[in-house]
């Protein structure tokens, strides 16, 4: 019995350490900010969070959801973080932002949309998620189309992107940290994210998210549950 228990408990911080988030910063940090996303080459499976952290300083930064053929604008009904800014000095504690995959079938592509002082996009804020390591939409490729780009769209897009999915937008907004271009809650419109560059409309809870994250925590549960029968399977035979 102590074996059965002491066996369980091993397994399930095993699905649980699954569920811990990457980590990617935002801009360097506040020692020496700089116009990229670290680390930028990313890989996922199904329900992986991302955890941007907004921690360049002064930084004013976006997490914007692109095509691989157009690396500097916005997707249509892709995600969006919004502009993040951050003081000179930084916060304590920088907003995070955290991106649930939802979809692995694809490479997911992102940039900074922020155009101040000079494009980020074509100096290198961009990044991808799966991106395959051979044929022609590889990582480097798209580095390289983004470079050519001598400008970046704006366009405000939302929470749920394709393939990748926010329940919440950037926080805390604290201590000098300022939201931006508030991305839309739910789905954008396939026209949403690609025009415009006014403020974008206050959230709301996004039945779209809640249900993906709810799917999520069903499938570990269920996963957990599986490893327990089959662990008591295994140990009374
Ligand atoms: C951040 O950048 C956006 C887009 O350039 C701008 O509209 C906004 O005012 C900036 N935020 C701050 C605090 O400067
Ligand atoms: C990342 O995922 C892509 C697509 O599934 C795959 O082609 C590539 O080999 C993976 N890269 C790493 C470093 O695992
Ligand atoms: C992102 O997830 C972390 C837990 O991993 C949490 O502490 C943080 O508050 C989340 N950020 C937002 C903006 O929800
Ligand atoms: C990936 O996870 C999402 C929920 O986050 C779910 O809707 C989807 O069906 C999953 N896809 C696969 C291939 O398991
Ligand atoms: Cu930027």
Not at 16 to 37: E, I, K, M, N
Not at 187 to 204: E, F, I, L, R
Request: net charge neutral.
């Amino acid at each position: 019995m102590l074996f059965l228990t002491l066996a369980s408990l091993g397994l399930a911080a095993l699905v649980r350490a699954q569920d811990q988030p990457v980590q990617v910063q935002v801009g360097g940090t506040a020692s020496s900010p700089a116009f990229l996303f670290s680390p930028n080459n990313l890989n996922a499976t199904n329900g992986t969070v991302f955890t941007f952290t907004f921690t360049g300083a002064p930084g004013n930064h976006s997490v914007t959801q692109s095509s691989f053929a157009s690396p500097c604008e916005p997707l249509a009904g892709g995600f969006d973080s919004g502009w993040v800014s951050i003081p000179a000095g930084g916060v304590t504690p920088p907003p995070t932002w955290n991106l649930t995959v939802t979809d692995t079938s694809k490479p997911i592509w992102f940039y900074c949309k922020q155009l101040l002082p000079s494009a980020h996009c074509a100096v290198g804020m961009i990044g991808a998620i799966n991106a395959p390591t051979s044929g022609s939409n590889t990582f480097d490729n798209y580095a390289n189309n983004a470079k050519q780009s001598s400008n970046s769209g704006q366009g405000i897009g939302a929470l749920v992107g394709q393939g990748a999915s926010a329940s919440a937008i950037p926080g805390p907004l604290a201590n000098g940290a300022t939201l931006f271009g508030t991305p839309a809650s739910g789905s954008a419109t396939a026209t949403g994210a690609s025009s415009g560059s006014g403020s974008g409309s206050s959230s709301s809870s996004s039945s779209t998210s809640t249900t993906s994250s709810s799917a999520a925590n069903m499938i570990h549960a269920n996963s957990l549950v599986a490893l327990f029968a089959a662990l008591m399977g295994i140990t009374l035979a």
